[in-house]
Each structure stands twice: as structure tokens, then as C-alpha cells.
């Protein structure tokens, strides 16, 4: 052998066994320390498959071994007890970067195991074997299925090809399993990271308020000053200041209800109707002074209520922001509860182009359409955020006639 191949076979070998430590195989293991015994539960999807093996080959036993650097681990074992040896006593580590399955009919009389401790008495007397090398995707050998007995029986074309399908589907096993792991992992990492966002947006909020509070008092007093007249520049100024202002920390206030919104959620039957009493008194200023009319078709839902009452003030009130000039706007609320629950706010105003109504639902995202009041990009990705929390999602389609209509899931209708 050459020195080239020798080193190219050792970093094989540390890559499969970085794969191991990845998969976390054997199972609790993450430092390849040796162990004397198995601390783990057998998953019974692997128990079933070694069982089919079993079945399938006509042997007395079977395992699935995942082989470390040092050891085997039977993970999943019928016919006997699942143990851990030492690699240089395992059969299948002799055979399981073979790439293709090993049947023997009587393994005492290949040269490769007649000495082994599993076949001559030390250990066990293993007469017919097989084993089917584990292989991943990425082409790491993971271990082995394996079957055997102490009696010489022969495998046929059929048993061999069965066992390379069970061997595979061993392989997607473990791989659904690590990729589950993977993605709670990710999710943790994310919740983590919403969670630090929520806190640095609150920390930042309140470091803003405070001098934005000052500016505006400050800019009142000057509006008020006797001393400034009230046609000046000095007092245009000041105006601008105050409502520049005064923008300012709306935004920052709902930054503030952005980073809030979505977490946990604590659901409780609640009417439809008591939610739009709560929505119709903030939104009071703005319906009266467009003489909007608004109808509520009222049904029982089970939601969290006050983040549920925060998503139908925005909804509402950027439907009468929105609304079409020379008439006051018509807003309808409805809710549909079956399976899940489903608010819909309609509104026949001015609409959303089908190219934008996706991307509205997106933080910080604004149409700049002429003659509309400047909206800050948040309050609709707050109800997005809102749905999600409720198990659910939001959509925005065309009002018939004319208008948007904004469907909201709520996710199921019972606890």
C-alpha cells in the first residue's frame, strides 16, 4: 500500500467519523469515547426493519451496527441481545466500506473470519452471515445491517436483494432522524434569535422614546411661545419638527408592537363581535370622519384576543385609510369557522396590485402611491406575524368589483 492511499484511507475514516458525531451514532454519543454497554432505547421503526431482515433472509438473528472508531454498537437487535464490542472482534468492520453486500454460507471458512471471535467460539459460533454496508447519500458508511446463524443456510438471489432494500431504508431511517434533529435544532436557533430581536427592538424603542418625547414637548411649547408668531418661519419650522417628530415615534412605537407580537399565544373563546366593539373605539377618529360603514358578521372564535384585536384594527383601519375618494368607505368583516377559522376583511376601496399584495405582507415594505396617506410597512406584517402565531396564514386577494380582501386563518377552531 501505498503512503498516498494510506493517508487518503485515514481521512476517510475521520470523515466518516465526523458524519457519526453528526447523526450522533451511536445514539448519546458525541465524543467517540468508548463505552462497555448501550444507555439507549431502540427506535421501533429500526427494530421493525431488523425484524423484516430477519423474516426476509430466513437467519435466526439480525442487527443494525454502527461501528466507531474503536467499537460496534448493535443500536437495534433481534434473536439477541444488543451489545458493544470492540472493533478488531466485529465481522462487519471488515466488510462494511465494501460498498456491496457480503452472503456467506458458512463464514468459518472465509480466511477473512474463520479466526474471528464471533465465528470460532469466542464469542458466538456464527455460521451463515450477511451484511449490508449502511451508506449514506454523501457515501459515508455508517455500519451495517446484518443478519446471521449457527447453522450453514444459503442465500439466494432474492433474500440478497431483499436485505439491500431493508439496508436502504435502515439508511433513510437514520437520516429522517438526523435531519428531524437538524431542524429542531434550527428552530430553537431561530425561536432564540426572535426572541433577542424582540429584546433589542424593545431596548432601542425606549432609548428612542425618550428624546422623542422631549422634541416633541419642546416643539409644543414653542408652537405656543407668544413670542413666535404664529406666521413666521420660526413657527413653520417648529411644525415640521413636531409632525416630523411625531411620525418618528409612531414608527418606533409600532417597531416596538412588531417585535411583541407573534410569540406565545394564549387562545380563549372569544365572539367576533366583542373583539370589533374594542376595534371600532380606536378606530373612531378615522370611521367618523369618513363616515365609514362597517359590518360585522359575528361568529364564536378561539384566539388569543388581544393580539387577535390588534390584527382587525390594522386591517380596518388601513381599509378606510385606503378607501376610494367621493364616497365613504364599506368595510365588511366575516368569519367562517369550521375546521379552522378563517376573518375575512373586505373592503371596496382602491385595491392592491396582484404584484404587490404578497410583498406587502413583508416588514418595512410601502407602496408610495400618489394621494394615500404614508404608511410606516408594518402593520399588515404584524398580522402576518399574528397568523403564524395561531398556526395559520394571511392572504391578500381582489374585493368582486373592486377593493382587497384580506383572509386571515386562525388555525383550528377547538383547543
Known sequence: ?????????????????????????????????????????????????????????????????????????????????????????????????????????????????????????????????????????????LGSLCVFSPEVLGFGAEQQEGLDILARQVVEVLELQFRTRRLVEALEVVRRSNEDL??????????????????????????????????????????????????????????????????????????????????????????????????????QLHVDQAQVTALLQNLVSNAIKYSTPGGPPRIEVVASVGETQVLRVIDHGKGIDPADRQRVLEPLVRLHRDGEPAGNGIGLATCARIASAHDGSISVTETPGGGTTVAVDLGPARP
Open 1 to 141: 500500500m501505498s503512503l498516498l492511499h494510506a493517508d487518503e484511507l485515514d481521512l476517510q475514516e475521520l470523515a466518516r467519523q465526523a458524519v457519526l458525531q453528526d447523526y450522533r451514532l451511536p445514539y448519546g454519543e458525541t465524543d467517540g469515547t468508548p463505552v462497555d454497554r448501550l444507555d439507549y432505547e431502540t427506535p421501533p421503526e429500526l427494530l421493525n426493519l431488523v425484524k423484516l431482515a430477519v423474516r426476509v433472509s430466513g437467519m435466526e438473528a439480525g442487527v443494525i451496527n454502527i461501528i466507531t472508531a474503536d467499537q460496534q454498537h448493535q443500536i437495534a437487535a433481534v434473536g439477541v441481545d444488543a451489545a458493544v464490542c470492540a472493533r478488531e472482534d466485529s465481522m462487519c468492520s471488515k466488510v462494511f466500506t465494501s460498498g456491496s453486500i457480503t452472503a456467506l454460507a458458512d463464514a468459518s471458512r472465509d480466511p477473512r473470519f474463520a479466526d474471528n471471535p464471533f465465528v470460532n467460539g469466542g464469542i458466538a459460533t456464527v455460521r451463515s452471515y450477511a451484511s449490508v454496508p449502511l451508506v449514506t447519500q454523501e457515501g459515508h458508511a
Open 198 to 299: 424582540a429584546g433589542f427592538a424593545a431596548r432601542v424603542s425606549h432609548d428612542l422614546k425618550n428624546p422623542l418625547t422631549a422634541i416633541l414637548g419642546y416643539a409644543e411649547l414653542g408652537e405656543d411661545d407668544t413670542d413666535i408668531g404664529s406666521s413666521g418661519p420660526a413657527a413653520r419650522y417648529l411644525s415640521i419638527i413636531r409632525g416630523s417628530a411625531s411620525r418618528m415615534l409612531t414608527t418606533v412605537e409600532d417597531v416596538l408592537a412588531f417585535s411583541r407580537v407573534g410569540g406565545a399565544i394564549s387562545r380563549r373563546p372569544v365572539r367576533l363581535s366583542t373583539l370589533m366593539n374594542a376595534v371600532l373605539q380606536d378606530v373612531l377618529p378615522l370611521s367618523s370622519a369618513s363616515d365609514a360603514l362597517i359590518a360585522v358578521q359575528d361568529a
